[in-house]
């Protein structure tokens, strides 16, 4: 709602957006009053800007108006520049690596978004080695009070070659 609040912004894209939930509720009033038209996206969209081609590679479409937005229904998206890759991950876990590896799609990129601030309940080997990732950033403060990034999680991608990069310790990136 911060975001919608204090920046100037042209629209809105979700994968989904339960408006039973008193958080999403307010969000879509803030965005409905500002005039922002909202978007759901899912696994299979695809949008073109300019030479780039963004993936939508998750949450998978539902129905349902109230289907659940938790961790595991972030928006995964892949972009592609060229012969250049990005994954950017959301905060999936597990259950949505799994479901990613068993789509079919390639999750390869040059630069991979860490899922889920380098938590333990994200980053399987599987999906580590999928990515085939040289570059993995976490997406974290200087001092987590989650204790993200989690150790196991970073050794895990350096030891898939990765080079590691963490948000607190260089700021944008």
Known sequence: TDVAKNFSITS????????????????ASILQRRGIPTEIIA???????????????????SDDP??????DQSVVLRFVYGSRAFLLTGDVERQAESALLSNGGTLAADLVKVPHHGSRTSSTQGFIDATQARYAVFSVGR???????????????????????????????
Not at 66 to 71: G, K, L, T, V, W
């Open 43 to 61: 696994r299979g969209d695809r949008f073109d800007f300019g030479d780039v081609i963004v993936e939508v590679l998750y949450p998978i479409k």
């Open 66 to 71: 109230n289907a659940i937005s938790d961790n």
């Open 143 to 173: 001092y987590s009070p989650f204790g993200h990034p989690h150790p196991e999680v970073v050794e895990r991608w350096k030891a898939s070659g990765a080079t590691v990069m963490t948000t607190g310790e260089r700021g944008t990136i």
């Open 12 to 27: 809105a894209v979700f994968g989904r957006m339960p408006l039973s939930d008193p958080d999403f509720a307010e969000l």
